[in-house]
């Protein structure tokens, strides 16, 4: 059985609920969450299995979009957000409205008809996409909290970024990148159709500077640059050992 029925209108709030039960399934349990779309199986007979299932709920997560309280249909008694909503006032099934995006305003009584204007006095929670990842999470916490007997189901594998986490990814890129914070670890380098000078050792790289007129310039342990054609052979010395005799060749 769903303990939590997710409620949404189709066309605005679709996939924010998608979302959600994707988020609670991969948490809590594949059968934790109810969203009608993927919930009712093909054959069954949607009204009475939508309001059974209010019924049965211990928490119902109310979607609100940018245009939900504009909806001529939510002033429709048979308009099926409304009734599930109600449905659960009714059976004293808990009501957390989820305002998607930014643009989302808190609910207001007076945009709302007589009988949901209860829903402006519950508190809310928000779900940016843009902060999609957190957001998320937090709204698991809340429905952990209300819904206890899913704790006991919860996964416990879910990775959690340490405080100082960097993720980066990087598409196609025409000029510079630059990594911000520091990296620990094994870093692999693949380089592909480059034009212009590539540096992945220590040292820096001068380009047209005063240290070689005209010409690139390297500086640091384990640099090797020429131009034009090399007939003499290459030679290196790292670090400040002992100088060879054939060292200024």
Not at 13 to 26: M, V
Request: include cysteine.
């Amino acid at each position: 059985m769903a303990e939590v029925f997710i409620n949404y209108r189709t066309g605005d709030g679709e996939k924010t609920a998608a979302l959600i039960k994707r988020e609670l399934s991969y948490r809590f349990g594949e059968n934790s969450a109810f969203r009608a779309s993927e919930s009712i199986a093909p054959g069954t007979r949607y009204p009475e299995e939508l309001l059974r299932s209010v019924r049965r709920s211990t928490l119902l997560l109310a979607v609100i979009g940018p245009a939900w309280t504009l909806s001529a249909e939510l002033r429709r008694p048979d308009d099926w957000v409304r009734r599930e909503i109600l449905e659960a006032f009714d059976c004293g099934v808990p009501v957390v409205p989820v305002l998607e995006g930014r643009k989302t305003e808190r609910l207001n009584g007076a945009d709302l008809p007589p009988e949901l204007e209860r829903l402006a006095e519950v508190q809310s929670v928000r779900l940016d996409m843009q902060n999609a990842v957190a957001d998320l999470r937090r709204l698991g916490d809340v429905v952990a909290d209300m819904v206890p007997s899913l704790k006991a189901h919860e996964r416990r594998d879910r990775p959690s970024p340490g405080a100082g986490a960097v993720s980066n990814a990087t598409g196609e890129v025409n000029g510079p990148v630059v990594q911000s914070r520091d990296i620990t670890g094994d870093v692999g380098t693949v380089i592909k159709d480059s034009s212009g000078p590539v540096h992945t050792g220590k040292g820096d790289i001068y380009n047209n500077s005063r240290h070689i007129s005209g010409e690139r310039h390297f500086s640091g342990d384990g640099m090797t640059y020429f131009e034009g054609d090399n007939q003499g052979g290459i030679h290196q010395r790292f670090g400040d050992g002992p100088r060879r005799e054939d060292d200024d060749r």
